[in-house]
Each structure stands twice: as C-alpha cells, then as structure tokens.
C-alpha cells in the first residue's frame, strides 16, 4: 500500500530557527504540492512541482520559505528564520499530472 | 479563476441520519471533481470523483452527481455513522489554466452522535 511519508510528523521550536520538513512522494508520482493548514485560512498550496520542476510557488512567502525537490524521492519545504504565525499543519501530496492527489500524514509545527 | 464554494459547517447530525453537504464551483474548462475527507489528526483521503458531467462518484455509501448544468457536486449519504465525523472538503481540478492544481472548499466539518 504505497504512502506518502512526511518527517518529522511533530516540531517545536522557536522563533527565529530554521525549519524543515521532508515529504517522500509515492513512487512513480511526477507532482509534488505543498499545502499549508490552518484554523483560520483553511487549506492553502503553498507549492507545487512537476517533474521536480517548480510550476508554481506563489503562494509561498518568498523572504523566508524555500520548497525544493533534490531528486525524485525528496522534496522539501523549509523556513528560515521561522515567526510564530507559521504554526501550522504543513501536507505534502503527490500525484499523477491531473488525477488524484495522495496526502501524507502532516507535519504540526509550532513556533514559539 | 477556478473556485469551489461549500456549505458551512459544522453539521451536527444523529447515527443513521441522512447526509447532505453542498458543493457549487466556478471554473473555466471541464473540471474533474473530488471529495475528501480528513479525518482528526491525519491527512486528506480521497472519498470519490467524478471526471465528467453526469458521473456519479460513489464509495463507502457516499455519492456525488456531477451536475454541469447547475454547476455542482453536492455529497450525500443515507445513513450516517459515527465514525463518518471529519470535515469534508469539495475540490476541482484538470482545467485548462489549472497546470493540474486542486481547488479545495473551504471544507464542512460533520459531528454525527449517537
């Protein structure tokens, strides 16, 4: 039963630290997305790559968010220095061009 | 742009009632349209889909019915169960200017009791 996997599943830390986390897409899977959850905003994609080239990444704060996809089987999103209103539930999906999307378990984070 | 609008919740419902959730999109092209669901604590799942007008998505008693005409994908179950409490999130996706992007709802959360 292929999974999405993503690491760390939890993350504390404090403001002004570096963040990142990892999404292994299911194998096979050319689009990697990144979302972001939250209370207020609902589910926001924050980036979204095909063939592990980046399509669009608009709706990721630039100054200090950065989503990259070192080779087939990794893809990152990371945040430096991190602020207290990143605190959220980040989920990696991965799919085939236009068909179904498949989401990883989520990473919480927390800024203090 | 491509958006999808659905009911507001949270909907609170008892064991065995039935389930309706609306959806109505927006969207340039011929989307496919999805349900997911999220249950506490995990990830979005895919419930069904329908690709076309007049499809039907069904799955563990869930249906939708792609509605071209009225620009909707409204879910519906017959007879709900406890375990069925999550949000439920309406989606769209495959058109023309989309690169393959998901539009999601807002998201509907379900509180069934028993």
């Known amino acids: 039963d292929a999974r999405v996997t993503q690491t760390p599943r939890h993350k504390v830390t404090e403001m002004g630290q570096e963040v990142t986390m990892r999404c292994q897409p299911i194998l096979g899977h050319n689009t990697v997305f990144w979302y972001r959850q939250t209370m207020m905003q609902g589910l926001e994609l924050l980036a979204y790559?095909?063939?592990?080239?980046?399509?669009?990444d608009s709706g990721m704060p630039k100054d200090r968010f950065s989503a990259e996809m070192p080779d087939a089987t990794l893809a990152t999103l990371k945040i430096q220095p991190s602020e207290p209103r990143d605190s959220a539930v980040y989920f990696c999906?991965?799919?085939?061009?236009?068909?179904?999307?498949?989401f990883g378990p989520g990473t919480r984070l927390l800024v203090l | 742009g491509n958006s999808v609008t659905q009911m507001e919740g949270p909907v609170t419902l008892s064991e065995e009632a039935f389930l309706t959730i609306n959806c109505t999109y927006t969207a340039t092209g011929y989307p496919s349209l999805f349900w997911y669901v999220q249950y506490p604590g995990e990830g979005l799942q895919l419930l069904l889909k329908?690709?076309?007008?007049?499809d039907k998505g069904s799955n563990k008693g869930f249906e939708a019915t792609y509605r071209k005409e009225t620009t909707s994908f409204h879910l519906e179950k017959g007879s709900v169960q406890v375990s069925d409490s999550a949000v439920y999130f309406c989606a769209l996706s495959g058109t023309t200017d989309s690169w393959g992007k998901f539009q999601f709802g807002a998201g509907t959360q379900v509180v069934v009791t028993p």
């Open positions: 329908a690709t076309k007008a007049d």
């Open positions: 790559f095909r063939n592990r080239a980046p399509l669009d």
């Open positions: 999906a991965s799919g085939l061009s236009e068909e179904t999307q498949y």
